[in-house]
């Protein structure tokens, strides 16, 4: 389908009016590709507002945009007017610190290490605190060899990971009182207020790492447990984020499907309600619940094993495919 005037203007004004706009298969609350979800996730990341525009509501966008761009593929970034890449090229970008830089943001990859105190202080490094106990086990656990010091990884579902070991090339150092880290860009990233310490534990002692601000996680929640749910007439949303095509083979009375209409009624309820997704294996509603998540809710659940699991350990006649 050839660009008409009409779409090349649409796309020229998306472009020139906002700063940062992204081309994408749904939106910043339910991306529906991976590739999309994961440019929206490092957007997520460093700026507050951008534009999205979902290519799947209008056939001549989504068309348009490619011969507009002379790019192949969904999804497609702009930043200042300016065709910045796809996926891949956005994911290279940022683990350079080069869409920081375009951006007009702090890059954690640069940020220096400095100051005394809890944490080094300069723009861009993240504010770490050690507590006394830990900084007395660092000392004790740390190994003779030259350049092996803590480092701490932090996955984008806030599970850490600490050990000790040698500097990697990218990695971010951050002075925290008398402890030196090592973090990795993305950690570094979510590692603003961090507290490190080391708790009494019936092996002897463990690090404890907590951060007070550390967003809510989506929740797993068996067949069964959700049978109870029904049975106790608890309060909640079940959606289902399978296609129409899965949904007329089966589907468990109540599950409301994510489709335009289902994400309208989502995106009005109050952030407080409980929300459970399924899919077939639990998987794409594993994805779904943390678009949730990032939308601001805070009690996500995601049903283990999807509807194959209530079929086999609750409702046998909900057919298996």
């Known amino acids: 389908m050839a660009l008409t005037k009409e779409s090349r203007q649409q796309i020229d004004d998306l472009v020139k009016k906002n700063r ?26 460093l700026v507050r507002t951008y534009e999205t525009v979902n290519i799947l509501e209008d056939p001549k966008m989504r068309d348009g945009i490619k011969e507009y761009s002379q790019w192949p593929t969904i999804p497609q970034l702009y930043i200042d007017g300016q065709f910045v890449g796809g996926c891949d090229l956005v994911t290279e970008m940022r683990a350079a610190g080069e869409l920081e830089r375009l951006l007009g943001v702090p890059s954690a990859k640069s940020a220096p290490s400095a100051g005394t105190g809890t944490a080094a202080t300069r723009a861009g490094a993240p504010q770490i605190t050690v507590t006394a106990a830990a900084t007395k086990a660092f000392r004790e656990a740390s190994p003779e060899a030259e350049g092996d010091l803590p480092r701490l990884e932090i996955s ?59 967003p809510h996680a989506v929740r797993e929640i068996t067949a069964t447990d959700l049978k109870a749910w029904f049975d106790q007439t608890r309060t909640f949303e079940l959606y289902d984020v399978r296609p129409g095509e899965e949904r007329a083979i089966a589907k468990i009375d109540r599950g409301r499907p994510l489709d335009p209409s289902g994400k309208s009624h989502l995106l009005a309820l109050d952030k407080k309600t409980p929300l459970i997704f399924h899919c077939h294996h639990g998987t794409r509603s594993r994805n779904a619940a943390e678009d949730a998540l990032r939308a601001g809710f805070h009690e996500v659940y995601n049903l283990e094993g999807g509807i194959d699991a209530w079929s086999l350990h609750v409702d046998p006649s909900v057919p298996r495919y």
């Open 156 to 214: 984008s579902t806030f599970e850490y990971d600490l050990s000790i070991g040698p500097r990697a090339k990218d990695d971010v150092e951050v002075l925290a009182g008398d402890v030196t880290l090592f973090l990795d860009p993305a950690s570094a990233s979510r590692a603003n207020g961090v507290t490190i310490d080391f708790v009494d534990t019936d092996d002897g002692g463990a690090f404890k790492i907590t951060r007070p601000t550390e």
């Open 20 to 45: 940062v706009v992204l081309f994408m298969k749904g939106s910043r609350q339910f991306p529906q590709c991976g590739f999309s979800a994961k440019v929206v996730g490092m957007l997520d990341e």
